[in-house]
């Protein structure tokens, strides 16, 4: 018999059997450039979610990581790490993860592959917005917003996929299916590689229940 899922293993809305994919399909739909739907969203929301000076930022930020972002390295990619436990106060980075970051199957990204679109469009699935608010307890820090494009973009695609009728999430889809569309683009040009995957999470792990060689799915993962 199988064993019951339990935890994080659990869709409480059903999982695959409540899935509808036929709503993710998207034919012949070409957008247009990701960058301009980004600069329309705060006037396109009508949630009025995003502000012009969030938006103002993240162009910014994106401009800034293209370069970066061709000339990585396994090396350029532990000294991040390093800087982000150093800045947090959590000690020496763990052997392993040295170890694993080290061997990255990291190449250099062609632009004709992937390309600055694509960039965007990896970056606003894993970029957190901030606002100019010092955070009460750690003053060198500031607040997150409220709300994060790649946050609502997940809450909206788990509502979405489940969703018995579509109702006012037609709109919703309307309005972040350029995002989804370049994102689904950006994630097949990137090269198929094999490498130990690390993901962050706010939530504890029971260890037991993932003994050495099970498998399965678990955090999006």
Known sequence: AASVARGRMTVATGGF???????????????????????????????????????????????????????????????????????DHKGPVPEKVKTDVQNLPIQAIDATVVDDEAVLALLLYSLELYTQDPDPEDPTKTLPCRYQIYGEFNRFCREWAHAEEEGPLRAEWELFKPLFYHLNTAIHALPAASAVLYRGGKYGVEAHDYPLGKTGAWGGA
């Open 17 to 87: 059997g409540s899935f509808r994919c036929e709503r993710f399909r998207l034919g012949d739909y070409q957008p247009g450039r990701l960058k301009d739907w980004l600069e329309a969203l705060p006037g396109a929301d009508p949630k009025k979610r995003f502000s012009e000076e969030q938006i103002k930022d993240v162009v910014q930020k994106w401009e800034e990581k293209c370069p970066k972002v061709r000339g990585m390295t396994p090396a350029k990619v532990l000294e991040l790490i390093e800087a982000a436990y150093k800045k």
